[in-house]
């Protein structure tokens, strides 16, 4: 599966974002997605991930409450609702099917830079 981020841009400290993933193929609904970003100097850390029906949310305790993970099987897409963005969530986020043994194993997205200014 191939995956296309998008949504990202320049916002204020308090504002609100909603990423989107669309994936190209035929095996979007059978894989957990994730987000994942990077922020300058820092590793790649996990943000949310959502089961492939979509019954199962997880989240980073750093994100958690603020931001929601969806996904959209009609329409290969998985969403990330990003509410009360902090100067802290400026990152690249990265979007990525889960591999057969894992998120390192997956299909990762080009992701989509995400700036929150104070």
């Known amino acids: 599966v191939q995956l296309q981020a998008s949504g990202g841009g320049l916002v204020q400290a308090g504002d609100s974002l909603r990423l989107s993933c669309a994936a190209s193929?035929?095996?979007?609904?059978?894989?957990?997605m994730g987000w994942f970003r990077q922020a300058p100097g820092k590793e790649r850390e996990f943000v949310a991930a959502?089961?492939?029906?979509?019954?199962?949310?997880y989240y980073a305790d750093s994100v958690k409450g603020r931001f929601t993970i969806s996904r959209d099987n009609a329409k290969n897409t998985v969403y990330l609702q990003m509410n009360s963005l902090k100067p802290e969530d400026t990152a690249v986020y990265y979007c990525?099917?889960?591999?057969?043994?894992?998120w390192g194993t997956g299909s990762w997205g080009q992701g989509t830079l995400v700036t929150v200014s104070s």
């Open positions: 990525v099917a889960e591999g057969p043994t894992g």
């Open positions: 193929g035929r095996t979007f609904s059978r894989h957990a």
């Open positions: 959502i089961s492939w029906s979509g019954g199962s949310t």
